[in-house]
């Protein structure tokens, strides 16, 4: 299966990491400035209790997370003021996730943040 971590910066996003078996929360219905092409989405936002009839848990293990731009991306970090991702070339990368959301320091801007995340059901 497969579904869009799209961020939403300021901390308001779930962590996920290749090969984690964990709950995770996915919308209902993807938000319209998300292009889904149909896929679930991430849950991102407002835990509260007046969010809840927004999202739905479910139990999966994560295969694969991609970034057309980026590759590979074995783990993300969503603590802080700045997000970590750790890519599977190596590298980590910073992205400004408070004043600047989605620059990522030493690389050119990035216009489509949609990272596609491969999963199984646990």
Known sequence: MKAIWFPYWYALDQSIELGAENEFDFFKVPPDYVVSEGLTVFYHGDWSDRSRSLFERKKIRI????HPVLGDIKKIETDGLDYTMHLADGRV???EAEETPGVVYGLPPIQDWRIFVEFDPA
Do not use: E, G, S
């Not at 295969?63 to 991609?66: C, D, K, N, P, V």
């Open 93 to 95: 990368l910073k992205v």
């Open 63 to 66: 295969t694969a997370i991609r």
